[in-house]
């Protein structure tokens, strides 16, 4: 079981995000994808789950081509879950009610969300600390507590793999951080995978086993984190001259 990435080449337009980029995301790992704004981190993520442009070799989703999840799409919805970089909601709706969306793959046509859905639901809520809130309407709240709805909405639909757009935009540091830990603890306990674009590299090397670099150009770099964030590679991925502080317990990188 794993999503496997087998000589993908991705553009947009004239720019190549990604050339021959193979890799295997296994459940129980936390992935990173770094790089620069526009280096395509995004749309690689997305192109995981874009079943009608998949090529039948490229995207392997637990042993089958993404193209052939094209007339089982709640099964794939059950397999692959996406945190958008931004989400609008466009009908009125509760906290709770928002966040019971993610159990539409589980149920069959014009059918109602059981108590069982609703308890997964709250202890998702629960979670990301917004249960007080659970009949709040959803165009009251703030951009943090909106950003922690979409992940409760993401934990509801409890796929294998967690494919997370900057699941940390608009957090505050405790809201960051919270939320990173429990992404952690989610994927060691219960052997999923967790698949990250993230800006910052000291939190993916706090919490992540591997990361992806885009450096752009079609230049990729794929293994341990311990192996890949260090000076070199982060300044050649981000351009600009970085320094590393560290003490007995922590290593941090800063621009220089």
């Not at 699941?167 to 306990?189: R, V, Y």
Request: hydrophobic fraction near 40%; charge should be negative; charged fraction near 20%.
């Amino acid at each position: 079981m794993s999503i496997q990435l087998n000589r993908l080449t991705l553009s947009i337009g004239n720019k190549k995000i990604c050339d021959d980029l193979t890799v295997e995301f296994n459940p129980g790992e936390f992935w990173a994808i770094l790089g620069i704004n526009g280096v395509g981190k995004s749309t690689l993520l997305h192109r995981m789950i874009a079943v009608s442009t998949a090529m039948s070799d490229e995207i392997i989703i637990d042993d089958k081509s993404l193209f052939n999840y094209r007339q089982h799409r709640k099964l794939l919805a059950t397999k692959v879950g996406l945190l958008l970089q931004e989400y609008e909601y466009n009908f009125p709706c509760s906290v709770l009610e928002a966040t019971l969306i993610g159990r539409h793959p589980y149920l069959s046509q014009w059918q109602w969300e059981s108590n069982e859905d609703i308890k997964i639901a709250e202890d998702a809520l629960k979670q990301t600390d917004l249960l007080d809130l659970k009949d709040r309407q959803v165009n009251t709240l703030s951009g943090g507590e909106k950003r922690r709805l979409n992940l409760a909405t993401l934990l509801t639909q409890d796929p294998l793999y967690y494919l997370l757009d900057e699941p940390t935009n608009h957090l505050d540091l405790k809201a960051q951080i919270n939320t990173l830990n429990s992404l952690k603890k989610l994927i060691n306990d219960n052997n999923k995978a967790g698949i990250m674009v993230i800006h910052d590299a000291n939190l993916a090397n706090r919490y992540c086993d591997n990361v992806l670099m885009l450096f752009g150009d079609g230049e990729w770099a794929a293994g341990s984190a311990a192996s890949l964030i260090n000076t070199a590679n982060l300044e050649r991925l981000y351009g600009c001259t970085i320094e590393k502080l560290s003490n007995e317990h922590h290593t941090i990188y800063i621009p220089g």
